[in-house]
């Protein structure tokens, strides 16, 4: 077995991997919370949706295994956009389709779903012949709400980190079907989703330079037309 080695595209938490598991070890405020939610979800939604089984759940730790699949932004880069993000939005449709009663979550009132938290081509993995996506990761921030939180979250990682990418976002909406909801609308909900990270670097490290990062980018998406 090889030896346990960092893996791409992990922010918030470590996260290591010897193609066989893979360890999160989760940090910043609400750590012990956040695994315990991803652990709750991983569990009950194994077999309804494409997410890794879990291994171990000790210390702060949570070990998964290893789902095969090419990380959805390296696709993008790659130039497959149109293709990726149908896939996101077909997948995402499934998310907010699943039924929330016994996920742990709270009581769900009409009109709320099963939010992702972090939904994009960041936290997806590929099968780049087929275009299905093979696992979706990082449930840490999954909590009952509207679907226009996941919606617009995964516009703003394309416009943040693949701008080049932004036209292709038709195939999303048009993946995920129904209205999409008015560019007003979901603007205010990146800029809500941007100052809630920003408290959350806050809490982490008062003033630190993930405060300053998302202030910056909560100005950006304010100027964003």
């Known amino acids: 077995m090889c030896s346990m080695r960092p893996l791409r595209h992990g922010y918030t ?12 070890t989760y940090e910043g405020p609400d750590a012990a919370l956040r695994l315990e939610r991803e652990r709750t979800l991983l569990t009950r939604l194994r077999g309804r949706l494409p997410v890794p089984p879990i291994h171990a759940a000790d210390a702060g730790t949570l070990t998964l295994g290893f789902l095969p699949g090419t990380p959805g932004q390296e696709l993008l880069d790659a130039g497959h956009a149109p293709a990726v993000l149908a896939a996101c939005g077909r997948l995402l449709r499934r998310v907010h389709d699943t039924p929330t009663g016994g ?18 081509p960041n936290n997806v993995l590929v ?38 990418r ?12 129904g209205d999409v909801p008015p560019w007003p609308d979901r603007q205010a909900e990146m800029l809500a989703r941007c100052e809630a990270l920003e408290r959350f670097c806050h809490r982490w490290e008062p003033e630190g330079p993930g405060v300053r990062l998302w202030r910056e980018r909560t100005a950006t998406t304010a100027s964003w037309r």
């Open 127 to 164: 099968d780049p012949e087929s275009w299905e996506v093979t696992a979706l990761v990082d449930w840490e921030f999954a909590h009952l709400g509207r679907p226009i939180e996941d919606l617009a979250w995964c516009e703003w990682l394309v416009r943040t980190h693949h701008p080049a």
């Open 103 to 120: 996920l742990a979550l709270g009581p769900s009132d009409p009109g709320v779903v099963l939010v992702h938290g972090d939904f994009g």
């Open 13 to 24: 938490n470590q996260t290591v991997g010897d193609g066989a598991v893979v360890a999160k």
């Open 166 to 177: 932004v036209p292709a976002l038709d195939h999303f909406f048009d993946a995920y079907g």
